[in-house]
């Protein structure tokens, strides 16, 4: 598998309109890290880690629990420290952010 193919960079944001100004607001994540891809992650693990126990009953619940929360913790981390390690990984999130002010013809404003 190639490096660039684990470089995930993705954007979540909103927009409002306050005194007839419109707002747009938005943060960069790096890797599996945003909240989507935690609980995502999370539930297809913990589905897994369930379904995987009903032939043998050996875990309990605190397991069941905690092999997924651990599997969440070691994809986010790979995945972040490869996103932002790599020359793909930073140049992907220039793009992305320029895009973003392009597409959306956004102003910076100093507060």
Request: glycine share 4%; charged share 20%; with cysteine.
């Amino acid at each position: 598998m190639l490096k660039s193919d684990l470089v995930r960079n993705k954007v979540m944001g909103r927009i409002t309109v306050k005194n007839d100004k419109t707002h747009v607001s938005f943060r960069t994540y790096r890797g599996y890290t945003d909240v989507l891809s935690i609980v995502t992650m999370f539930m297809i693990s913990f589905i897994s880690t369930i379904l995987a126990d009903v032939a043998t009953g050996a875990l309990n619940m605190m397991w069941k629990l905690l092999l997924p929360i651990l599997f969440c913790l070691i994809a986010a981390s790979f995945s972040w420290i490869v996103s932002h390690t790599s020359e793909d990984g930073q140049e992907n999130e220039n793009l992305l952010i320029e895009f973003l002010k392009d597409g959306l013809e956004l102003k910076d404003e100093l507060t």
